[in-house]
């Protein structure tokens, strides 16, 4: 069998059998400003975010950031890319910058020609060869050799109900499916630990993953690089952090928000679990959502960070009584509809009901339903500001 396949797993989109596929072959406080967002965005059915932030590491040593991200939505259309430039490369900023906005590029020219090709050593030499041209042209404008510009290559892309996936090097591409968070390409490692394959290595073309198949019940897709997976993705379990599904389903109700509340999770939270860049990239499709009720017990519990039923019951009521302006009052009433859950009454509970501040349970619900933009200000009332 030849190792240059189309990759395809059946769980992966539906109605395999309308394609002909292969089997499958063997801290510092950062400016947001400073690091320019790649983004050309018309009119879409996709919902898209992007954050990226300098490692503790370059920022000690004054090493540029060099991942680098960009995303293209128009219509039916999406790609995203990421990059990481190589460590050793002293120009690899400039290289990931180049390769995320060209691979996007390429993918949208070439969507429909490549998704109808089984020929996929094909695919992947055009592809290859049209981002190695780039690079060649980025080191004669910077005088170094190609090298000097090694990154690393993640890019989705999906058109009229289907995708393609392609991937060199170390990172990780994940997809949302039925609710779960699910691996769609793994990081690909060199022939030693803590190393793997560039754009520019002699070994990108045999090493290079190539996916392909039909979106079906896929609402979601997003890269992340390997200093975001160290905070994101625990390997050995291949499982995400949640934090990547509450922001996929914030974004289809305030992109800004979801946008603002990324940049600090990649900033502050992730950051600090490594000292390399860290970047993620997602697409989502905004018009599967619906509204927040439309969501599953499940994905509000994602979406709110709570885990108890009882609890999210006392959110959805809020959400659905603030529909229309609601004062504090009328709020604190409706907790009454809400027995407290039942404790064991030892002498400790009794003295900490005598010594301790009476805790302001209302108030805790309405701060974190404002915090995540589900609730807003309206005078002195609130007032839910997402679609029911």
């Known amino acids: 069998m030849s190792e240059h396949t189309f990759k395809f797993d059946p769980n992966f989109g539906s109605n395999p059998s309308r394609y002909k596929f292969s089997q499958i072959s063997p801290l510092a406080t950062l400016n947001f400003a400073q690091i320019p967002r790649q983004n050309t965005t018309a009119a879409s059915i996709w919902n898209t975010l992007q954050s990226r932030v300098q490692g503790r590491s370059h920022i000690a040593n004054g090493t540029p950031c060099q991942d680098a991200t960009h995303i293209i939505a128009d219509g039916d259309f999406c790609a995203l890319a990421l990059s990481d430039g190589a460590g050793s490369a002293k120009l690899s900023h ?11 590029e390429i993918l949208r020219e070439n969507f429909d020609d490549y998704f109808a090709c089984d020929d996929a050593l094909k695919v992947k030499q055009d592809i290859l060869v049209k981002c190695l041209a780039t690079l060649n042209d980025l080191a004669a404008s910077h005088a170094c050799e190609i090298k000097e510009l090694a990154c690393t290559l993640l ?25 779960e968070l699910k691996v ?7 022939e030693f630990a803590n190393t793997t394959i560039f754009v520019t290595s002699k070994n990108a073309l045999p090493t290079m993953k190539l996916i392909k198949g039909a979106l079906g ?19 050995r379990e291949r499982k995400f952090g949640k934090a990547i599904l509450r922001h996929i389903y914030l974004s289809a109700f305030d992109a800004a928000l979801a946008q603002s509340s990324l940049d600090a999770l990649i900033a502050s939270q992730v950051r600090a679990k490594t000292t390399d860049d860290c970047s993620l990239a997602i697409m989502s499709l905004g018009a599967a959502f619906g509204g927040y009720f439309a969501l599953s017990a499940a994905e509000r519990k994602w979406l709110i960070g ?19 302006p609601q004062s504090r009052s009328a709020i604190d009433a409706l907790f009454l509809a809400f027995p407290r859950p039942r404790v064991r009454k030892t002498l400790g509970y009794y003295l900490a009901r005598l010594f301790a501040p009476r805790r302001d349970y209302p108030a805790r619900y309405i701060s974190r339903l404002l915090a995540l933009g589900l609730l807003r200000h309206d005078g002195a009332r609130y007032r839910t500001q997402i679609p029911l």
């Open 94 to 104: 400039f290289g990931s910058r180049a390769i995320s906005a060209k691979i996007c």
């Open 155 to 179: 890019a989705v892309a999906a058109k009229g109900g289907n995708f393609i996936i392609a991937h060199i090097g170390d990172g990780v591409i994940g997809y949302l499916k039925d609710g």
């Open 217 to 235: 019940d896929i609402r979601a897709f997003f890269a992340m690089s390997d200093g975001t997976a160290a905070g994101l993705y625990a390997k």
């Open 184 to 190: 769609a390409s793994d990081p690909e490692n060199g």
């Open 306 to 324: 709570c885990r108890s039923t009882r609890r999210l019951g006392v959110y959805d009521a809020i959400l659905r009584l603030c529909a229309t």
